[in-house]
């Protein structure tokens, strides 16, 4: 069963109550799991849930729509053009290693505090894995395909919507789906670091405030949006590609099959 999953992480919220209220444990930095409940009903009665969640979304999606965007249409380029592949491979392998929060310092310059400092961070760390994956995804498609393509004289636009991206989609929509997930550990990351909006800043506002109970509601919250996105994402690709749907990233990129 499903729910089995639960056993080990309710028994220790169970376990951690009973201990603080056993020993009466009071502590700047630790709080019970009720305390915690009870400040994450807090946010969600006061609708600062929701502020703080609604910022944080927006500029994750709006990342993650610009930079996943741009990575397809490049996998796109690279994946039909060897040529283009080869000439543009140093740029990519230079860039590809730098942490999005390493160039923060540079997006911050140009960009200032704001949404528009996390959609750039987001875009940039979002750009890779939807160009690596993309590009794989394109170049393994099944060369008679294209040439099915040149017999019935398909120009490069028609090659790319009626063959290429159908072919592709499936492992496009995984990338999509690895990038999402990037979207919302950079946004809230950057949030933490320099922009004071979102979840993340206010995250470390209830840490220098010295309200742990509140810091563990929001991580909580953090938590089980991006398992919400995730889910959401899953159960689309399923329904959308069946089997073909099954395909998950591994950690090293590469695409394997699903267990059910």
Partial sequence: ????????????????????????????????PSQILGAAWGLLRDGALFAMLGQTLLAAFGGLLIGGGAGVVMALVLGLSPTISKLLRLPIEGLRPIPSIAILPVFLMVFGFGYRLEIASVSFACFWPSLIIGQAAISGIEPRLLEVSRVLGLGPWGRVTKIVIPAALPRLFVAFRLAAAVALIVAVTVEIALNPQG????????????????????????????????????????????????????????????PP
């Fill in 199 to 258: 979840m993340g800043y206010e995250l470390m506002s209830a840490q220098s405030s010295l309200r742990p109970e509140v810091m563990f509601a929001i991580l909580l919250y953090i938590g089980i949006t991006g398992w919400s996105v995730n889910a959401a994402l899953l159960l689309a690709q399923r329904r959308l590609f069946g089997r073909a749907g099954g395909m998950h990233v591994g950690m090293h990129g590469g695409v394997a099959g699903e």
């Fill in 1 to 32: 069963m499903k729910w089995q999953g639960l056993v080990l992480p309710v028994g220790a919220a169970m376990l951690a109550e009973g201990c603080a209220r056993a020993f009466g444990i009071q502590s700047d930095s630790l709080a019970s």
